[in-house]
């Protein structure tokens, strides 16, 4: 089975910046998306940043030019720097793997336990 470490949670002040990652382990899998979404108290949670396979990425509007998506293939892992941070950022981040396993071939998601930004102002 497919397990995602998550690391780089943390508290941080207005403007700061905090790189989150995620490395995705196991065995005959392939990734076709990987990336960051975010849930605050009291809303849904929401996607933050993916990146696909073939190397397109997707931002929501509230981080774009703020958050840069990045991978190491190598590595099965994804990066996500945040620059200058805001209030509104505060939330949990989870890791999110859309996967293909290999035998027999399916797709299947995987979530990571949440890792805590804190944002202050």
């Known amino acids: 089975q497919v397990q995602l470490v998550e690391s780089g949670g943390g508290l941080v002040q207005a403007r700061g910046s905090l790189r989150l990652s995620c490395a995705a382990s196991?065995?005959?899998?392939?990734?076709?998306?990987m990336g960051w979404y975010r849930q605050a108290p009291g809303n849904q949670r929401e996607l933050v940043a993916t990146?696909?396979?073939?190397?397109?990425?997707n931002y929501a509007d509230s981080v774009k030019g703020r958050f840069t998506i990045s991978r190491d293939n190598a590595k099965n892992t994804v990066i996500l720097q945040m620059n200058s941070l805001k209030p509104e950022d505060t939330a949990v981040y989870y890791c999110?793997?859309?996967?293909?396993?290999?035998?027999?071939?399916?797709?299947?998601?995987?979530w990571g336990q949440g890792t805590q930004v804190t944002v202050s102002s």
């Open positions: 990146f696909t396979s073939g190397g397109r990425t």
């Open positions: 999110h793997a859309a996967v293909r396993v290999a035998s027999p071939p399916y797709d299947i998601d995987y």
């Open positions: 196991g065995s005959r899998f392939s990734i076709n998306a």
